[in-house]
């Protein structure tokens, strides 16, 4: 077949960059250029379509910008020991100065079979009764644990949850060894996968167990957190970034993945600002697709202008009515989420509610994927 030479632009322009993503027609291509020596290959990574000519060099391969996979510059192969996984290479030509790509000339890309992640299974709740997960974020050293009130109040909540007939589980952050976000969605919104990139990439990380009691197994989710400097602890942050993961399926792919959950929030501290904590965890959860049953949280501050904290592990040691309303917001918890399981949820097809904006069907469309099957 004869070569359709397209003109990529002059050759000493071109050598200036020794990466670049070029659209050809609207084939994304990754153009590198070593030591005067031009190279093609697709600009589409085979792992979720990141734009490899956006990446960097390391030396003849092209490292992908979104997760890091990396490709052969000339042949398209993935590194050594992934050579399976294979990009398109494309035919170049120098003639006049100028530089020519031949987009006939694709090889064919093949992606090699990768085993599925555990989490990268079907929505769907399995048969029993209802479970509770507590998740405590208070901080501190694990193998000289000291009283925390926040975690006083789960213990309390979790313990109520078993004598009503829920399963329960306690998950404390403070003992998962897990990487903060790494800011993959502030690239490209695909780059932020499900399950997420870190859990995916780094087999130590420790995230897995709260997806999975979150996503598959609680019916309620119940977070206790102390206040530190007037906002929720650092562990809950650390958490909240890492489930950017669960929420961006829902801008992605239209995919709810917390549906009839429960979420339900335990708040203590030495100062103030309670409100301020609550309605951050409410705006996250809700964006998460949570539900929250009437009053959906219970807390204590010891005040602005108190300074005895020794006061205040006494004062929630021995508050019969903080315990008491801690069982009363689980007895509502458990409630609501009884009567969700009871019904089939609407389905609601139209994310526009959400945000009132329509990023897929805005989207512009894609780069052609050059020999994907
Ligand atoms: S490594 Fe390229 S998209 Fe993930």
Known sequence: MEPHWTDLGPVDE???????????????IALSCVDGRFAA???????????LGEGRLDGDYVVCPWHNYKFHRATGEGEPGYEADLVPRFELHEEGGRLYIDLDSATRRQKAKHARHPLDRPLGREPGGLR?????????????????????L???????????????RLIRLRELAFRT???????????????????????GDQLDRVYEAMVFWADVVLVSTPIRWGVASSLYFK???????????I??????????????????????????????????FSELGCQFPQFPYVAHSRGWSAEDMEE?????????????????????????????????PAEHQHRAGRKASGYLSAKPSLPVVIGDD
């Open 239 to 249: 958490m909240a970034e890492r489930l950017n993961c669960v929420q961006n399926q």
């Open 181 to 203: 976000c790494e800011g993959y969605y502030s690239k490209a919104a695909r780059a932020c996968t499900w399950p997420c990139s870190i859990t995916q990439m780094d087999p």
């Open 251 to 284: 801008t992605l792919r239209n995919r709810v993945m917390l549906k009839n959950k429960v979420a339900s929030f335990i708040i203590t501290g030495g100062q103030d600002n309670v409100q301020g904590v609550a309605g951050q965890a409410l705006c996250f």
């Open 132 to 152: 509770v997960v507590g998740i405590s974020t208070t901080n501190m050293d694990v193998a000289n644990p000291r009283y925390s009130t926040s975690d006083a």
């Open 14 to 28: 071109l050598k200036r960059t020794p990466l670049q993503q070029r659209m050809v027609g609207r084939t994304a």
């Open 41 to 51: 290959i697709s600009g589409v990574c085979n792992h979720v379509g990141g734009p």
């Open 312 to 344: 205040n592990v006494d004062y929630v040691k021995h508050s019969a009515e903080l315990h008491e309303g801690t069982r009363a917001l689980v007895d509502r918890a458990v409630d609501l989420a009884r009567r969700l399981a009871a019904t089939a």
């Open 154 to 168: 789960l213990e309390t909540a979790l313990e109520h949850a078993g004598k009503v007939g829920c399963e329960t």
